[in-house]
């Protein structure tokens, strides 16, 4: 992007103050600009990114609130199941960094509102397959992917934009509580939907007509070109005052660099590179979690006889209803216990983010393992610990957002964001999904089938999502050895 003005003066070092506080300058021969609250639009802007970002992962978790009707409408083994989450995943990372590009480069106004009214389109289209057709569900829902992508990349940085330090952190919280509301609400619409008609295909028809209001509210209400700040921009403010300096010939403008000097110098920075791998541990639970619970619930309650057998066209989906319910509240109070958690810690500990993130990474993971060992016995037990540890997982979606944001220069940030949600889906959640299944296929296949084995083979198989909750802990905590300088870089 290019910058209309450049800076000319940095903070003196000691006394930089860090998250929901700006940082204090020297005088200079600046410019003053005022800049007083947020204005309404720019609430209004921010509030129409976060119902998009509710639709988006609205659409994401569709397929899991059906996943028991579409496995036996496509006579799909576990491994297959587990693979269709894993083809839109796949998709959806891999288009990331061409989008974190363009978002980088040209107007995101227009990226955004081409890539919402594909992925609605795509997935109306997808509401009309029959089982003759399973492959052309299954690259439907990878273009699905493509779609969202556009999406993720690109809206946390127009909200980094809009807000200062201060706001920014609340704003992102804001933002990112649609993650796990859209994700819950996937759930309940899919179930609800296939519960009301008697037909799973109604459950892809209603976040089509959403995603239309949400693109006629983009094209109202955001305009055209969104404010992009350089580092300085918000290195420089200072009670709600931005200092810009005057143009004059000869002042040194921002330098361009290329895509590959960007990623070179993002895998030098370590505080992103560990951050990066602790959420590429969060996507894999989260992942495996979201496509199986419902279906590790139900054979648990089959095998301790609380429910039949699913061998009707439409197979009872309380599970995914109850769950999703779980993963709204859970993401709620998760995202705002640790946003809040941040801002009072970071004013004592200037690490305090990284190891917020890592100590609710290794309690979620125990968490998980006490909820798998119980199923078998004790449901009600089954879902406290589920719950638990998904509220522990959700405390770090805005935190490491933050954590990339502040160490991570602004003329990178798209670019850093995409490549984060490429690393982070390809190690995480693009193959959790379909790993989780293959395994627990495999077991099934060495042993007698029975309702037994199919239960077993699925806890079996999650013990997996326990170990790779305590690597994500040990990644953040690697995090916290760098940050502080990694953050001072990224000021200066």
């Known amino acids: 992007a290019h910058e209309n003005t450049s800076l000319q003066s940095q903070p003196p070092p000691e006394e930089h103050n860090y998250g929901a506080t700006a940082a204090h300058v020297r005088q ?50 576990d491994g297959g199941t587990g693979l269709l989450q894993t083809v839109f995943i796949l998709c959806y990372m891999l288009a990331a960094p061409i989008f974190g590009y363009l978002g980088d480069r040209y107007n995101r106004k227009i990226i955004l509102g081409a890539g919402i009214f594909f992925w609605s389109s795509v997935t109306l289209g997808s509401s009309f397959i029959n089982e003759l057709y399973c492959w052309i569900f299954f690259l439907l829902r990878g273009l699905v992917g493509i779609g969202t992508a556009s999406y993720s990349t690109i809206a946390p940085t127009i909200i980094a934009d809009l807000f200062e330090e201060g706001k920014r952190t609340t704003m992102l919280s804001i933002f990112y509580i649609f993650i796990p509301v859209g994700s819950g609400l996937g759930y309940v619409l899919a179930a609800g939907m296939a519960d009301a008609t008697g037909d799973w295909h109604w459950a892809f028809r209603v976040t089509p007509c959403m995603g239309g209001v949400a693109l006629v509210l983009l094209i109202l209400l955001v305009p055209h070109r969104t404010q992009r700040r350089t ?76 429910v039949p057998p699913c061998l009707r066209e439409s197979c009872n989906s309380s599970n995914s209803l109850i769950f999703g319910g779980i993963t709204i509240g859970t993401g709620i109070l998760g995202v705002i216990a640790g946003a ?36 078998q016995t004790n449901i009600l037990s089954t879902f406290i610990f589920i719950a638990l540890g998904e509220l522990f997982l959700s405390v770090n979606w805005a935190v490491v957002t933050d954590i990339l944001l502040y160490v991570v220069t602004p003329r990178r940030q798209s670019t850093a964001i995409a490549l984060q949600i490429l690393v982070s889906h390809l190690l995480g959640d693009a193959g959790s999904p379909y790993l989780i299944g293959t395994i627990s296929h495999a077991i099934q296949e060495k042993n007698a089938h029975s309702f ?31 940050i502080e300088e990694d953050r001072k870089e990224a000021e200066r």
């Open 340 to 375: 809040e958690a941040a801002r009072r810690l970071r004013k004592i500990n200037n690490k305090a983010d990284p190891l917020i993130c890592a100590t609710s990474m290794f309690i979620s993971a125990l968490c998980l393992y006490i909820a798998l060992m119980v199923a």
């Open 231 to 306: 580092a300085a921009h918000r290195a420089l403010s200072i009670s709600g005052t931005i200092r810009v300096a005057a143009e004059k010939p000869g002042v040194h403008r921002t330098a361009k660099t290329t895509w590959c000097q960007d990623v070179v110098s993002l895998a030098k920075n370590w505080s992103f590179v560990w951050s990066s791998l602790g959420l590429t541990a969060m996507a894999f639970v989260t992942g495996a979690l979201g496509m199986w619970v419902p279906m590790f619930l139900y054979r648990a309650q089959v095998v301790q006889g609380i």
């Open 28 to 77: 200079g021969p600046f410019v003053s600009v005022s800049r007083t609250a947020p204005a309404k639009n720019e609430y209004l802007i921010a509030a129409v990114l976060c119902y998009a970002n509710l639709i988006n992962f609205m659409d994401w978790f569709i397929v899991p609130g059906i996943v028991l009707d579409i496995q036996k409408y496509f006579k799909l083994s």
């Open 452 to 482: 037994q084995w199919s239960f077993w083979s699925m806890q079996y198989s999650f013990i997996v999502c326990s170990f790779i909750g305590v690597c994500g802990g040990a990644f953040f905590l690697l995090t916290s050895f760098h």
